[in-house]
C-alpha cells in the first residue's frame, strides 16, 4: 500500500516544519487559547503486509489544538513519514515497492484525565487523543484513523511530551495489495503557548492583595491616614 515516494518526503518534511515554526513563533507573540506542537518519532509497520515489504522509518508531524476547559480540547495534525525499504516481494511477479511515504491531515480530539493536577499549564499529564482524516500514500488518498498515549511534562515555557502513536491507514478492495497499513511510532513532541495564556488568565481574575503601609492593621483603602498608624485604642479618631 505504501508507495515508493522518497523524492516527496523531504518537502513533506519541510512543510510540517515551517508550518510548526511558524505556529511556534505566534504562540510566543500572542497569549491567546491555541497550543501549538512540533513532534518527531520512530515509526514501525506492524501489519503483516507492510512489515515484509518495509522496515523501521521516522515521521514528524505539526499540531494545532483549542482548549475547551482544562481535560478537553479539539484541533488538527499534519504528519507524514518515511519508512526504510525492507526485503524484495516473494512473489516474482510483483515490483519491490521500495521507499514507503506516507502524508496525512487529521481532526483530532484530546482528553487529559488529570488535566487539575496543575492548574498553570493546559497541556501537562496524561495525554489520549483519538483521531480521523486522510493520508496520501502511493497515488491515492485513504482514510486514516489514529490514536495516541501520552504524558505532557513542563519544562519552562513548554511542554514536552513523550508519546506512543498508532496510524491505521484504511485500505479497500485494491486488486494489487488489500492489506491494512498499522504503524506504531514512539517519539517526543513539544507543545508551545502552554503556560502564558493560562498564567495571564489566572492574573486578571485574581485581586491584588490588600495594603497596609502604616501596619496598623486597617487596610489603606479603609483607613483615613493611611501614612500614619492607629493608637492602642483601635478608634477611628484623628490619629
Known amino acids: 500500500m505504501l508507495r515508493r515516494r522518497a523524492r516527496c518526503f523531504t518537502p513533506v518534511v519541510a512543510l510540517i516544519a515551517a508550518l510548526g515554526s511558524g505556529a511556534s513563533q505566534a504562540a510566543r507573540a500572542d497569549d491567546g487559547p491555541w497550543l501549538f506542537s512540533l513532534g518527531a518519532a520512530a515509526s514501525l509497520p506492524v501489519s503483516d503486509s507492510q512489515h515484509a515489504l518495509f522496515g523501521p522509518g521516522a515521521s514528524a508531524q505539526a499540531a494545532v489544538a483549542l482548549p475547551f476547559g482544562r481535560h478537553v480540547a479539539g484541533g488538527a495534525r499534519l504528519f507524514g513519514g518515511l519508512l526504510s525499504d525492507g526485503p524484495r516481494p516473494p512473489d516474482v511477479n510483483r515490483l519491490d515497492p521500495g521507499l514507503g511515504t506516507w502524508l496525512g491531515l487529521s481532526l483530532a480530539l484530546t482528553l487529559r484525565p488529570l488535566g487539575d493536577l496543575d492548574p498553570t499549564r493546559r497541556a501537562t499529564g496524561l495525554l489520549v487523543s483519538v483521531e ?24 519552562e515555557e513548554i511542554t514536552v511530551t513523550p508519546e506512543v502513536r498508532v496510524l491505521h491507514v484504511v485500505q479497500f478492495e485494491d486488486p494489487i495489495d488489500a492489506s491494512q497499513a498499522v504503524l506504531v511510532s514512539a517519539g517526543v513532541s513539544v507543545v508551545f503557548g502552554d503556560s502564558s495564556a493560562i498564567d495571564a488568565t489566572i492574573a486578571e481574575g485574581v485581586p491584588d492583595p490588600p495594603t497596609d503601609r502604616d501596619q496598623d492593621r486597617v487596610f489603606d483603602d479603609v483607613d483615613a491616614c493611611p501614612d500614619v498608624p492607629e493608637d492602642a485604642d483601635d478608634l477611628a479618631d484623628e490619629d
Not at 480521523?132 to 519544562?155: F, H, K, N, Q
Request: without cysteine; positive net charge.
Open 132 to 155: 480521523a482524516g486522510g493520508a496520501w500514500t502511493g497515488a491515492l488518498v485513504r482514510p486514516a484513523l489514529s490514536g495516541a498515549l501520552g504524558w505532557g511534562i513542563a519544562w
